[in-house]
């Protein structure tokens, strides 16, 4: 069998791949998509370190070993990820739509591809954040009559969102049906 | 709430007699707090007039439904009228009627009373819901019929009737166009019943071997432990006793009271659900099936929206050589929790009925004979490791546990016991792990003490996923989900091959050839 992951943390990333029929999705997300993703890591690591905070402020003792590892801890693994995560997901993060079939590829741990027919679809809605809205991004969501299949592109230029969006409306209203 | 002259049908009142079996219901309903409030003489610091107040308010609002709601089915739409201070108007065109249900609870049947809900093919759970609750039960069933027969033969509509508000969900186009301008005819052709099963009683022996009553053991305890500080002192005397028998006799009797209690909770939740369990299939297209003792439940399913079926097969099922089958279908909102989305056909009975009644509602055997593909050596590693695994690290516990003396050896030798049975488990978990693919079905299997076989058909694929954790894909292997809209929404074919992974959603879902490399 010849499936392999190679080797190191960021090698072959897109592991899924690797093999003989299905290729990744051809378009990448947007490059400042990383920015989008390293904030908002940091904007939920901050709780965490502004508990500590409060700890060692109300606590006398401080500072106790084990605020002091906990802190070093908490540090160690926010920086690897906030380093790590961005560069891996913008490896993976992919998506390519054709006349007939909306495919994406998503995760940096756990991937996840996912394949919707046209036909199928049953809403194309575009959101963003305020964050997202300050990088010019967006994300688009499809979802089918499953509540199982949604899928999500993150982290798009939001000229190009809203052009996808068009196009996959114009499909989709192309084709009638219940979508079930 | 004036009725517009609408030229046709005129909008009709539940029945009145729910006036009667609302307040009943909803005091049994209080009951329970009610008997708490008058044995311990206080349920808390607050005054007892609250809970009465409470079921006064309840009573009084669910009595107000019967003056505020009106229905009628008329040109081809169901409409639905109702809401105290918010006036709802709810229509839907007949033909998108996927199920109806009627279910008459104890306190209805006595007053010959039954509630219809009817199901219609959204996605959406609740904003299509229709429920009368309740009318005459002859009226139920004609209304049963006659919707079933509508969605059936798709009548077309009259024009623009009443209230002007139709609701296509979706935006979709929300009925056929009237081109043949045909006169809709209420009263449905005469039909043909076929049975296809019926309750042998002797099946209840089957209900102690699986976990339903387990459940309910787990929800009484629940609840009674609310006013465990009630009873503490039968507990005391109970403790008293204990030290009388002595530690092993006591455990023994303790071990037999509850086996026979959960049983004896299983059979009784048996009859109740299945009493009079009976599945027939009407020429109209359509399978019903009632059942119940005390609450009656009769669904309809129309044949072309069952979308598959569940084979389940959990460990005690299985060991008596029994099984259970469940449909899964769009628009099949019944049933609370795990019956979501799906309708029973089998309650739990021997094999042979299952597949017999599996084959008849399939009109073929394929995917029911054929043999399952393994998926290889990865797939049985990973089973082996995550079971063992947490056996191992538990067992590893305790041992430290026991060395640093802080646990005494008849606790830690317990804590070996799911490492001996692991193997076990995960030998049988890799022997049920499987799929296939038939030309209108997939098939997949998995599971050891909760088995499961899906059959979903590949007309209802609405989309494939593929996952792979870090670990699946250093193992080669990767997690497909059948995404439909049935049931429960995403089917799972564990641990896949890689490269087979990538030739079923090639197979799933045609559409994704022009994402392949030009190899096969």
């Not at chain 2, 349920?43 to 308010?57: E, I, K, Q």
């Not at chain 2, 839907?92 to 809900?117: F, K, M, N, Q, S």
Request: positive net charge.
């Amino acid at each position: 069998m010849p499936w392999t992951l190679g080797g190191g943390l960021l090698g072959d990333v897109t592991g899924l791949s690797s093999l003989v029929l299905l290729r990744p999705p051809a378009h990448r997300v947007s490059p400042r998509a990383r920015v989008l993703w390293r904030i908002e890591a940091l904007l939920g690591a901050l709780p965490v370190l502004a508990a500590q905070a409060f700890w060692w402020l109300r606590d006398p003792a401080s500072p106790r070993p084990i605020q002091v590892w906990l802190l070093v801890a908490t540090i160690a693994i926010d920086t690897a990820y906030l380093v790590v995560m961005p560069i891996w997901r913008y490896r993976v993060h992919r998506w390519e739509v054709t006349d007939e079939a909306v495919y994406t590829q998503t995760g940096w741990l756990t991937q996840e591809r996912r394949i919707a027919p046209i036909t199928r679809i049953q809403t194309v809605d575009l959101t963003r954040g305020p964050v997202a809205g300050m990088l010019r991004l967006a994300s688009v969501r499809v979802t089918t009559a499953s509540s199982a299949g949604p899928l999500r592109i993150h982290g798009l230029d939001h000229a190009e969102a809203v052009a996808l969006v068009e196009r996959l409306t114009t499909l989709t209203i192309a084709d009638p049906g219940d979508a079930t | 709430m004036s009725e517009k002259p609408s030229g046709s049908m005129p909008f009709r009142r539940l029945d009145a007699r729910m006036l009667l079996v609302h307040p009943v219901q909803e005091a049994v309903r209080f009951l329970p707090a009610l008997v708490a409030l008058f044995v311990t003489g206080r349920s808390s610091d607050r005054s007892p007039l609250w809970d009465l107040g409470a079921l006064v308010v309840v009573i009084v609002l669910g009595m107000s439904r019967w003056f505020t709601t009106r229905y009628r089915i008329s040109g081809g739409q169901i409409e639905l009228r109702s809401g105290l201070f918010t006036r709802k108007v709810l229509a839907t065109p007949a033909d998108r009627v996927r199920t109806v249900d009627v279910t008459a609870p104890i306190w209805h049947r006595l007053v010959g009373l039954a509630r219809v809900e009817i199901g219609t093919g959204s996605s959406r759970a609740m904003d299509d819901r229709i429920v009368l609750d309740a009318l005459a039960a002859p009226v139920a069933q004609a209304l049963r019929a006659e919707l079933l027969h509508r969605a059936a033969t798709l009548t077309p509509p009259t024009p623009a009737s009443g209230s002007g508000a139709v609701i296509g969900e979706d935006g979709q186009p929300s009925l056929p166009s009237p081109a043949q301008g045909a006169i809709p005819v209420d009263l449905p052709p005469p039909t043909v019943e076929q049975d296809l099963m019926t309750l042998n009683p002797r099946w209840i022996a089957y209900a102690p071997l699986t976990t339903s009553g387990l459940l309910t053991a787990l929800a009484v305890w629940g609840f009674v432990s609310q006013y465990l500080v009630d009873l503490i002192p039968t507990i005391e005397s109970a403790v008293g006793q204990v030290q009388a028998w002595g530690v092993w006799i006591s455990l023994a009797v303790g071990v037999l009271m509850a086996l026979a209690a959960i049983a004896g909770m299983a059979i009784t939740a048996y009859v109740l659900q299945f009493w009079g369990f009976r599945l027939s299939r009407h020429s109209g297209g359509t399978l019903h099936v009632t059942r119940g003792l005390l609450t009656t439940h009769a669904t309809s399913l129309e044949e072309a929206r069952i979308r598959g079926l569940e084979i389940g097969e959990p460990l005690g099922l299985r060991w008596a050589k029994a099984g259970r089958l469940h449909a899964i279908g769009t628009g099949l909102r019944s049933g609370d929790g795990a019956d979501r989305g799906r309708a029973w056909l089998v309650p739990p009975a021997p094999r042979d009925v299952v597949e017999g009644v599996a084959r008849l509602v399939l009109g073929r055997v394929e995917p029911l004979d054929t043999t399952l593909e393994q998926h290889g050596p990865a797939a049985r590693r990973r089973r082996y490791v995550r079971a063992v695994v947490p056996a191992a690290l538990l067992a590893g516990l305790a041992t430290w546990g026991w060395v640093r003396g802080d646990l005494p050896g008849l606790v830690t030798l317990t804590a070996y016991l799911p490492l001996v049975v692991s193997p076990l488990l995960a030998r049988d978990r890799y022997a049920a792990l499987g799929h296939a693919l038939t030309a209108e079905y997939v098939v997949a299997r998995s599971g050891s003490i909760e088995r499961r076989r899906d059959v979903v058909a590949r007309a209802g694929v609405v989309g494939v996923v593929t996952r792979a954790t870090f670990f699946q894909r250093r193992a080669g292997v990767a997690t497909v989900v059948v995404a439909t809209a049935a049931g429960r929404q995403g089917y799972r074919i564990l641990d896949v091959p890689a490269e087979r992974s990538e030739e079923l959603v090639v197979e799933l879902v045609p559409q994704a050839r022009a994402f392949c490399d030009s190899v096969s």
